[in-house]
T-cell receptor, first 115, second 117 residues
């Protein structure tokens, strides 16, 4: 079974600074998708960014970018120019190409943004 | 377009009771997935329904069951509740399932907070 590991339970960053959240995963599949979801205190999960494993180019969405290292099975999220609204729990997730919408989630990283 | 809605938002039950949670997906979405979120276990996949059929099932006991209706709304049922079933139950919807879902985004609802006393 696929596993997703987030080794940083908590992280903090100064407002306007950059922070990187780590994620590693284990799979024997070659085709899959990786995601970062954000869960603010209101509890609604929001998609931050996604990466297709067959794409070598790292995904970017405004201030959010990923560093996808397929061989190392690493998928880190970089948040640039951190804002107070970025404070949330961040979950890394894996989805197989073949098995529908079953996601495997990491345990999450709680991000605090310091004004 | 309205987002994923879940009812009720909060629920308190006692051990041994059963509970039914409801999820209405985004209009046009045919896949609904359910997750259990607890501080200790994180987010765990329960099952996915697509076009009224269960597509995938996670590693949960048979006390957890679900169904999907023709309008794509889904219900999740937990029978003989245990203290360990206390959790936030999230549902997520997407347009399709399987390989066709490769370009889909999964949208989550706000969750139902279940407390078992």
């Amino acid at each position: 079974a696929q596993t997703v590991t987030q080794s940083q339970p908590e992280m903090s960053v100064q407002e306007a600074e950059t922070v990187t959240l780590s994620c590693t995963y284990d799979t024997s599949e070659s085709d899959y998708y990786l995601f970062w979801y954000k869960q603010p205190p209101s509890r609604q999960m929001i998609l931050v960014i996604r990466q297709e494993a067959y794409k070598q180019q790292n995904a970017t969405e405004n201030r959010f970018s990923v560093n996808f290292q397929k061989a190392a099975k690493s998928f880190s999220l970089k948040i640039s120019d951190s804002q107070l609204g970025d404070a949330a729990m961040y979950f890394c997730a894996y989805r197989s190409f073949n098995t529908g919408n079953q996601f495997y989630f990491g345990t999450g990283t709680s991000l605090t943004v310091i004004p | 377009k309205a987002g994923v809605t879940q009812t009720p938002r909060y629920l308190i039950k006692t051990r041994g009771q059963q509970v039914t949670l409801s999820c209405s997906p985004i209009s046009g979405h045919r896949s609904v997935s359910w997750y259990q979120q607890t501080p200790g276990q994180g987010l765990q996949f329960l099952f996915e329904y697509f076009s009224e059929t269960q597509r995938n099932k996670g590693n949960f006991p048979g006390r957890f069951s679900g169904r999907q209706f023709s309008n794509s709304r889904s219900e999740m049922n937990v029978s003989t509740l245990e203290l360990g079933d206390s959790a936030l139950y999230l549902c997520a919807s997407s347009l399709t399932s399987g390989r066709a879902a490769s370009t889909d985004t999964q949208y989550f609802g706000p969750g139902t907070r279940l407390t078992v006393l």
